[in-house]
């Protein structure tokens, strides 16, 4: 018996695979689509909490590129192929509209991460693409020429080409372990070894871990490195059991990172960082003319963020009697407290692990892609997308972006071969 020779056979699917095999299928080739979870799309389920950042609306190309660090010199072609624009327009032809939130982040207007996987179900069916779902490969056959099968289960697929989506090895519970490094590494690829990128921060401080649940939208971190101011940002910073998390964490993790090569970092977060010291006093003050025979416990709340009190009542303690009445707070006492509100402050044990990562940078080189198609140029039938690629980028939507446009280029060419 003849064994079937597909056009294309993508493995993986997920975001960019999923756009890679309904793309192949658009330009009319017969393209099978592997997939090793027993549906399609399970990162694409939870990404942005289950509402999904399907792009960033950032209309500066040069900008929104510059975001991918060192990647950007690489990516122009790709971009100018299907950048964020062209993503709108693919998901509102696929009726589904997409709305601009804070940050230039972009969601579809439903705010259900399983409508975007829906649109590519119906997206890869309407091509005619074969879908194996509970199909893991486990292995690619090659020789000289290129990839000769890809084994599945008892099975041998063959295609004329290949394209890898099997992502990095962020949250493994949704099947991404890293198969496609082993399967790139005996092909000829560089590997650079993942690690977390856009991860939460793991701290000791038990101030921290009091506020689980809690989060705070302007707040300004200082990251020090033995001491020495490393660098700040301002955002929202969200408290978990283990630490830090929230948008402006995410996107500090990766020079975090660096630093703890350095040695102890430690940081320091400001309560309310477009209040100058002597404002936050007077405001301070005039809390405290209104609450004299009250205790200090009992107002601090009204002094500091929402949500905060019970951690930095802890911070006190040791340094004010928290329990003394308002009218007894001595003058350095009360700069004590203001102090500490615009230093609260940190010690940063890690990064938490892939588990907990929205993002893991590593993977093949861009120097070893033809970016203008996204075909290996160590294997002439194999073309790679999305997170099997070496691009740090932050959150914001730039991920998601990465994946739709590698993979439609990557479903455009290997369908053009």
Not at 92 to 106: C, G
Not at 357 to 378: C, H, Q, W, Y
Request: proline content about 3%.
């Amino acid at each position: 018996m003849v064994k079937e020779i597909y056009d294309v056979v993508v493995v993986g699917g997920g975001a960019s695979g999923l756009m890679a095999a309904g793309r192949a299928a658009e330009r009319g080739k017969r393209v099978l689509l592997l997939e090793k979870n027993k549906r399609l799309g399970e990162k694409l389920r939870i990404t942005g909490g289950g509402r999904c950042n399907i792009t960033n609306a950032e209309e500066d190309e040069r900008v929104l590129l510059g975001a991918y660090g060192k990647a950007e010199q690489f990516l122009y072609s790709v971009f100018s192929q299907f950048g964020n624009k062209a993503t709108f327009a693919f998901f509102e032809s696929h009726q589904l509209p997409l709305v601009v939130q804070a940050r230039k982040r972009v969601s579809p207007a439903t705010e259900r991460a399983a409508d975007v996987v829906h649109t590519f179900e119906e997206y890869v069916h309407k091509g005619g693409v074969i879908v194996r779902t509970g199909s893991p490969v486990t292995a690619a056959t090659h020789d000289e020429s290129g990839i000769t099968g890809v084994v599945c289960n008892t099975e041998t697929y063959v295609g004329k080409n290949y394209i890898f989506a099997t992502g990095s090895v962020s949250h493994p519970e949704t099947g991404s372990t890293g198969d496609g490094f082993k399967w790139l590494e005996k092909l000829g690829h560089t590997v650079v070894k993942p690690t977390p990128s856009i991860v939460p921060l793991k701290v000791k401080d038990a101030w921290v871990k009091m506020l689980a649940g809690s989060s705070l939208t302007f707040m300004k971190i200082t990251f020090l490195a033995e001491g020495k101011k490393a660098f700040s940002k301002t955002g929202k910073i969200l408290f978990t059991h283990f630490g830090l998390s929230g948008p402006l964490i995410l996107n500090s993790a990766s020079a975090v990172s660096d630093l703890l090569y350095e040695g102890v970092v430690t940081a320091t977060i400001d309560a309310y960082p477009h209040t100058d010291l002597g404002a936050l006093e007077r405001s301070v003050i005039a809390v405290f003319d209104t609450n004299k025979n009250k205790a200090l416990k009992n107002v601090l709340k009204e002094v500091v963020p929402d949500g905060t009190a019970r951690g930095i009542l802890a911070l006190l303690e040791g340094n004010i009697d928290t329990a003394k009445k308002v009218h007894s707070v001595t003058k350095e006492e009360r700069k004590i407290l203001v102090r500490l509100l615009k230093a609260l402050p940190l010690t940063i044990e890690g990064l938490m692990g892939f588990d907990r990562a929205v993002i893991a940078d590593g993977g093949v080189p861009l120097e070893e892609i033809d970016t203008r198609t996204m075909r290996s140029k160590k294997v002439s039938n194999l073309y790679l997308t999305g997170d099997l690629l070496h691009i740090n980028r932050p959150s914001g939507g730039y991920s998601l972006q990465l994946c739709w446009s590698t993979g439609y280029v990557a479903g455009t060419h290997a369908a053009g071969r």
